[in-house]
């Protein structure tokens, strides 16, 4: 069975700093991408970052771009999110995700990933 496991939320103040942590197991982590997403109240889930099988092509929502950077490391089975100069509006809880194929550029939407980890809240403070 997948388990996805998130850490490293929590309450910062706009301009901060916070890495999540995405703990993988039950698969060959390393034979599928990885994604992030989040959902505001009242929002729907959407894009945040997605890497692919090796850690070589990385693909990021226009509102987080140059922020924010995904990586991963392969022999620990865990993806990364590290989240630079936050903003109230980054606030959310995200989820880490594991696609459905190796390769990641164009996967946007929630139907490209089958496993999803239970979340983890993200607030910034103005």
């Known amino acids: 069975q997948v388990q996805l496991v998130e850490s490293g939320g929590g309450l910062v103040q706009a301009g901060g700093s916070l890495r999540l942590s995405c703990a993988a197991s039950?698969?060959?982590?390393?034979?599928?991408?990885m994604g992030w997403f989040r959902q505001a109240p009242g929002k729907e889930r959407e894009f945040v970052a997605a890497?692919?099988?090796?850690?070589?092509?990385?693909d990021y929502a226009d509102s987080v771009k140059g922020r924010f950077t995904i990586s991963r490391d392969n022999a620990k089975n865990t993806v990364y999110l590290q989240m630079n100069t936050l903003k109230p509006e980054d606030t959310a809880v995200y989820y880490c995700?594991?696609?459905?194929?190796?390769?990641?550029?164009?996967?946007?939407?929630?139907?490209?990933?089958?496993?999803w980890g239970q979340g983890t809240q993200v607030t910034v403070s103005s």
């Open positions: 995700t594991s696609a459905r194929t190796k390769y990641v550029m164009g996967s946007r939407t929630p139907l490209q990933y089958d496993y």
């Open positions: 039950g698969r060959t982590f390393s034979s599928y991408g």
């Open positions: 890497i692919s099988w090796g850690g070589k092509s990385t």
